[in-house]
C-alpha cells in the first residue's frame, strides 16, 4: 500500500524583493492547491536564466514592472505529488513522475488558438509566463497544468534536465529555424553561456552544423570541447578599432566552407555588438535569428541590413522565442541520448542573488541550478 504523501501547509520560496535591483530574498509562502486540470508538483531543482535576471531588474521596456516579492524562475524539474478534481493520473503521468515546468507554465485553456495550432506558443494570447506575474520555480512546490508539463525521461538526473526547459529549448527551436543544412557552418554568439552552451552541442552534435563559436577567449577550451570547429575571441577585436568588425567578419568567413560565408547567425547573448556585426558573417542566402534580448530599450542598429543589401544577398532576419510542447520532448530526448549535457554547478536558494551579480559580470561558464532543497 503507498504511504500518503504529506503535504505541507507553507513551503521557502526564492522572491524578488526589490524589483529593479539583483535582489532575492528567501521567504515562506502558503503551498498552493492544484485545480482542474492541474497538478501539484515538489519541485527539487531549478535553473536560473538571463531572462530571470532581466525580469528581476527590469530590463525588458517591453514589459510592464515586475511586481514586489515575485517568485521568479522557469526552469523547474520535479515529481508529481497530487492530482486536483477531475484530473486523473494516465499516460506518462502518475504519482511520483517527474515533469518540467517551462518558461511558459501554460497557454490557452484548449490549446487551440491559432498560434497553438501553428506551434507558436510564445505567441499564445492566454499564455501564462513562469516567473512574470504567475508563480515561478523558486519555490518548493508549485501546481502546473497536466497537460503543459514536459515529462523528464529516465537517465536524465533533474539538474541536468532543468536549464534545457528554457536554454535548451529555446536554442534547439531556434536552430530549427535557421535554415541551415549538416555540414552548414554555423555561428554562435555568446557560445559559451547558458544558452550558447548548449546551442554548440545540439547544433554540431545534433544537426550536424559546424560550429564557429563567439565569445571571450577564457571561453575557447570550452566551447571546442562542446563541438566547436573554430572559436574566435571578441576581446581581440576592439569596438573602439574602426577596422576591427571588418577583421573579425574576414576571418569567420575564412573558417566557414570555401570562405563563403556562414548559412546562419544565432545571437545567443544580449550584447548590442552581437547583432551590429552579425549580417557581415553570413553568405548569400544565410540568415541570423535573434534569440538573446538586446540591451536597452533602443533599437540596434545592424551592419548592412538595408532593402537593397538584403534583397542583392537574399538575406533573412528572423526572431525565435521559446519552443513549443514538442521542442521540449525532443530537446529531453536528446538529452537522454547524450547529444546534448548541461554544464552546470548547483547552489542552495539563498546564494541566488549572488550568482545573479556573477551573472551580470559575465563570469559564468554553463549554466547554474537551485537545489530547492538546500537554503
Not at 49 to 62: N, P
Not at 344 to 371: A, H, I, W, Y
Request: glycine share 12%; hydrophobic share 40%.
Amino acid at each position: 500500500m503507498t504511504a500518503e504523501i504529506q503535504i505541507p501547509k507553507e513551503h521557502r520560496a526564492v522572491v524578488y524583493d526589490k524589483p529593479g535591483q539583483v535582489s532575492t530574498a528567501v521567504v515562506t509562502v502558503p503551498t498552493p492547491t492544484p485545480g482542474v486540470g492541474e497538478v501539484l508538483i515538489r519541485l527539487t531543482h531549478s535553473g536560473v536564466c538571463s531572462s530571470d535576471h532581466g525580469i528581476m531588474t527590469q530590463q525588458w521596456s517591453h514589459l510592464p514592472p515586475t511586481p514586489q516579492n515575485q517568485i521568479g524562475g522557469h526552469e523547474g524539474v520535479g515529481e508529481i505529488i497530487s492530482f486536483g478534481p477531475s484530473t486523473s493520473s494516465s499516460g506518462n503521468l502518475k504519482i511520483g513522475s517527474r515533469v518540467g515546468i517551462k518558461w511558459l507554465a501554460s497557454v490557452c485553456d484548449s490549446g487551440s488558438c491559432i498560434a497553438c495550432l501553428s506551434g507558436r506558443d510564445a505567441q499564445c494570447p492566454g499564455q501564462k509566463i513562469s516567473g512574470f506575474y504567475y508563480p515561478g520555480t523558486f519555490q518548493q512546490y508549485a501546481v502546473a497544468p497536466a497537460s503543459y508539463v514536459t515529462p523528464i525521461p529516465d537517465g536524465v538526473a533533474s539538474e541536468m534536465a532543468a536549464p534545457l526547459l528554457c536554454g535548451g529549448v529555446t536554442v534547439y527551436a531556434a536552430l530549427k529555424k535557421t535554415g541551415a543544412q549538416p555540414g552548414d557552418a554555423v555561428v554562435i554568439s555568446g557560445a559559451g553561456g547558458g544558452l550558447g552552451h548548449l546551442a554548440v552541442q545540439i547544433a554540431s552534435r545534433g544537426m550536424g552544423f559546424r560550429v564557429i563559436a563567439l565569445d571571450t577567449g577564457n571561453k575557447e577550451s570550452f566551447t571546442k570541447s562542446l563541438g566547436a570547429e573554430s572559436f574566435f575571441d571578441i576581446t581581440k577585436y576592439p569596438r573602439s578599432d574602426p577596422e576591427s568588425a571588418t577583421k573579425l567578419a574576414t576571418d569567420v568567413k575564412k573558417a566557414t566552407p570555401r570562405g563563403m560565408g556562414a548559412a546562419s547567425v544565432v545571437v545567443c547573448t544580449g550584447a548590442d555588438a552581437a547583432y551590429a556585426q552579425a549580417l557581415d558573417f553570413l553568405a548569400f542566402g544565410g540568415s541570423l535569428v535573434c534569440v538573446g534580448i538586446p540591451e536597452g530599450a533602443g533599437p540596434v542598429p545592424i551592419a548592412g541590413a538595408l532593402p537593397g543589401a538584403m534583397i542583392a544577398r537574399e538575406l533573412r532576419i528572423l526572431g525565435s522565442a521559446v519552443g513549443n510542447r514538442k521542442d521540449a520532448i525532443e530537446t529531453m530526448d536528446m538529452a537522454a541520448r547524450g547529444v546534448i549535457k548541461t554544464h552546470f554547478t548547483v547552489e542552495p536558494m539563498s546564494r541566488l542573488t549572488e550568482v545573479f551579480e556573477k551573472m551580470e559580470r559575465m563570469e559564468l561558464q554553463g549554466r547554474v541550478v537551485l537545489d530547492l532543497s538546500r537554503e
